[in-house]
């Protein structure tokens, strides 16, 4: 009876370790499935590759309108800002369809996608002036509000995207040429994109 008892109880001990190995392994089982579906799952990439927007912009300035060709080489040219400024108004600044490059916007972006906002600003977080008459500070236009890139609201600390899925905000420095090397100084280009 002893021996019998003995045997049983291995056999359930046997039993009980060889269910939990087996539950073990279905979890880890499980696990590295789970892991390995939801890691499969495509990423969604941006529209864009962001670190390439003052590069696009540096490169399809280049084919615009004469004149227009305000950044080149970290500098931002103060006669040539006001040129590109009074060219493209009020408009989005997306809209502003280099000539020779069919298709090509400003800063490559896609138009029915982002509204872009295009200011500068001092090492005092000051907003400059684009052009003096009349004043403009900060040049785009948002389509969901229907207006201009709101100053108020930037020096203000907010974003002009309030009503959009997603804000990107980037900034260069940058040197302004004035054309008078006493009056040139660093300065930082910032690009606001708002994606609908």
Known sequence: ??????NMKKAQIMTFDFSSSIIIFLIFLVLFIG???FSQKSEKKPDFEIEYVFANLENN????????????????DKAKLENFASAIGSSSINSYVIGIVSQSHGIGLDES???VCLYFSD??????SITEAPEIKVLGHLTKTASSCNYEMITMGNGPCDEYKQAISL???????ENDYNTTRIIQMNIVMCKR
Not at 68 to 73: C, K, L, M, N, S
Not at 171 to 177: E, I, M, Q
């Open 123 to 128: 090492n005092d977080k000051q907003i400059l």
């Open 61 to 76: 300035l280049k084919y615009g309108p004469a004149g227009g060709d305000f950044f080149a080489d970290y500098r931002v």
């Open 171 to 177: 900034f260069k420095p940058v040197l302004l040429d």
């Open 113 to 115: 996608s982002y509204d």
């Open 1 to 6: 009876m002893k021996t019998k008892l003995k």
């Open 35 to 37: 892991l390995f579906v």
